[in-house]
């Protein structure tokens, strides 16, 4: 099955498919794709006075799916990098102790963006992107061994071209 598409039953028992994202729907599976396909370039744009409004309209809305998409990633990831950040928080946290709320904030952003953009890499295709139980495992893997680098209290570092 095509990525994000999902099965349900209708009232009537009968199974369907349905695009996660689009809520595109369609009896038969092997029809998932071209489904997708038409509803992102011809049902989505809704005023076409030309060509080449149509053209550009239909690679907005491809776009549009994707940035829906990198959006529902990034807002899983986000709750899940703060869940594996919360104990850094603790006093009786021995590395990488996070002492202030801005500094929590900052590495929640740094380490969500950080986990996105490495997931985007191994993705062919931005529908594969979703926050899954191996992903979670690899981010908080990544959170561990990125706290234990700063001792036993959390300061920020300058970066190398802010001067500091």
């Known amino acids: 099955m095509p990525p994000n598409w999902k099965t349900a039953k209708d009232a009537e028992g009968r199974i369907y498919y349905y695009h996660a994202f689009t809520r595109c729907k369609s009896a038969k599976p092997n029809n998932l794709k071209l489904i997708l396909f038409f509803f992102a370039f011809f049902l989505l744009p809704q005023h076409q006075s030309s060509k080449r409004k149509a053209t550009t309209a239909a690679a907005d809305t491809s776009s549009e799916v994707a940035r829906k998409i990198k959006d529902h990633f990034r807002s899983k990831m986000s709750g899940f990098i703060v869940v594996c950040l919360n104990p850094y928080r603790k006093n009786d946290c021995k590395i990488g102790r996070i002492t202030c709320t801005e500094d929590f904030k900052h590495l929640a952003r740094k380490l969500t963006h950080h986990v996105m953009s490495k997931e985007l890499k191994h993705c062919k295709h931005v529908e594969d ?36």
Do not use: H, Q, W
């Not at 959170?143 to 001792?151: D, E, T, W």
């Open 129 to 164: 992107l979703e926050v899954n139980e191996n992903v979670k495992a690899k981010a908080k893997d990544y959170v561990r061994k990125y706290m234990g680098k700063f001792g036993t209290i959390y300061k920020t570092t300058a970066s190398p071209d802010s001067g500091f």
